[in-house]
Nanobody, 118 residues
Framework: VQLQASGRGLVQPGGSLRLSCAAS????????TGWYRQAPENQRELVAH???????NYTDSVKGRFTISRDDAKNTVYLQMNSLKPEDAAVYYC?????????????WGQGTLVTVSS
């Protein structure tokens, strides 16, 4: 079982980027999932969260700009980031609750770098 984060890129301020977090392996489903980010010398922070039922929550700094969504058929959670600002630049990680045959456990995806610069 693993989570694969993808969508890294360099964008200009005001630009958009979509990150994906795909679960693979012997799994039944993906439950609650969060996107986190960590900028240099900062602590990792939760940016957006979505429950298994699709209820979403965002940190204040990204409300109205970021949208988290899920495609359960693909076992994938997305983070659409619009109106990006330089302060959004960070390594982004996803963490998901993965249900497999005998267990439910949180897994982290590897980080994916987002750079916002002109």
């Amino acid at each position: 079982v693993q989570l694969q984060a993808s969508g890294r890129g360099l964008v200009q301020p005001g630009g958009s980027l979509r990150l994906s977090c795909a679960a693979s392996g012997s799994i039944f489903s993906v439950g609650a999932t969060g996107w986190y980010r960590q900028a240099p010398e900062n602590q990792r922070e939760l940016v957006a969260h979505i429950t298994g039922l699709g209820i979403t929550n965002y940190t204040d700094s990204v409300k109205g700009r970021f949208t988290i969504s899920r495609d359960d058929a693909k076992n994938t959670v997305y983070l659409q980031m619009n109106s990006l600002k330089p302060e959004d630049a960070a390594v982004y990680y996803c963490k998901g609750l993965i249900y497999s045959r005998y267990s439910a456990a949180d897994y982290w995806g590897q980080g994916t770098l987002v750079t916002v610069s002109s």
